[in-house]
């Protein structure tokens, strides 16, 4: 089962990461394996990277005619791919030597027709161990509660969009992801790239993602998406484009719905216990965030109700 992993770049600023990137999907123990390259509009980006690995046989490479946004992007590396299955790699994650490979046993092994895993952070410039797991979905991470919630292999809505994958024949018979996600109304905050196509997908297919947690990519987190403001910033508009989504794509929130539930009645609560029983600054300052993003994500939501209906 030949997989296509489609990596995406517009500036020159992140090429040392896509350079690590693509050395990751190199790494593959999974024998066949082709990296799809795409420049977004860049043709210095395309250059570099056509100079530094065009002569391999196990890569693809294409530009766009400008500047199209990511999930363009992404839609056009799965039609240059060749592969069974399309992969999808972000310029600033690393995937693990097995992560292909766990993504295949899925397919072959349960008849998935999509499948990703786990995002895990890969701390930079150190850990921010004031951000409670539960809202690792800012730095791009999974976090706790994520699916089923117990973290164990099975069907999800949709995972982490640099660490999911389809086969390539659904993906394009499913015209791949909406072009105008993050641009509808003009509205550069809105996000669910994945949410919206994976909505799509159950509703012709009656499949979501098979969810793979030991199929792993690092995602780096810098030291900019460690600052309080960028983090309530995100948590707002995360917010905002969870009700968006509903409207644009009814009865996708309840996935959303079912993790607001356990936050509010099974984390919080059983951080506030532990902190009684064995008090620790750590462990509260993480409280005090855990209540703090929750209002601002809630915060977004109801600007999205405002705007959206």
């Given at each position: ?39 977004d509009g860049n043709r210095d980006v395309f250059e570099h990277f056509e100079s530094d690995f065009g002569g391999r046989d196990d890569v693809r490479l294409h530009c766009n005619d400008e500047n ?98 389809f086969r390539r024949e659904v993906f394009l018979d499913l015209g791949g992801f909406d072009a105008n996600i993050g641009g509808r109304k003009g509205d550069a905050n809105l996000q669910g790239g ?78 506030a216990r532990d902190l009684v029983t064995d008090p620790d600054l750590t462990e509260a300052k993480q409280l005090v965030w855990l209540l703090l993003l929750t209002a601002t994500v809630g915060f ?10």
């Open positions: 089962m030949r997989v296509s992993v489609v990596l995406c770049e517009h500036t020159m600023d992140r090429y040392d990461d896509v350079v690590a990137a693509t050395e990751s999907v190199f790494a593959q123990t999974h024998d066949d394996v082709e990296l799809v390259f795409v420049s199209r946004g990511l999930l363009v992007s992404r839609n056009n590396g799965a039609e240059v791919a060749t592969g069974d299955i399309v992969a999808f790699l972000d310029d600033d994650a690393l995937a693990h030597p097995e992560w292909v490979a766990r993504l295949v046993a899925a397919y072959e092994e349960h008849d998935a027709i999509a499948a990703g895993g786990k995002m895990t952070p890969m701390w930079v410039d150190g850990e921010a161990r004031f951000l409670p797991e539960e809202f690792y979905f800012l730095i791009g991470a999974t976090h706790r509660g994520f699916g089923n919630g117990v973290d164990t292999p099975g069907e999800v809505r949709n995972t982490n969009g640099s660490n999911i994958s994945e949410t919206e196509l994976c909505e799509r997908l159950r509703e012709a297919y009656g499949h979501g993602v098979y969810y793979v947690p030991d199929a792993e990519v690092a995602h780096k987190v810098f030291a900019y998406r460690m600052e309080p403001r960028w983090l309530l910033d995100r948590a707002f508009w995360q917010g905002y484009s969870k009700r968006a989504m509903q409207q644009i794509v009814p009865g996708s929130g309840d996935e959303e719905s079912d993790f607001l539930g356990r936050l509010l009645g099974e984390f919080v609560p059983g951080r977004g939501y109801l600007y999205g109700i405002v705007k959206w209906g």
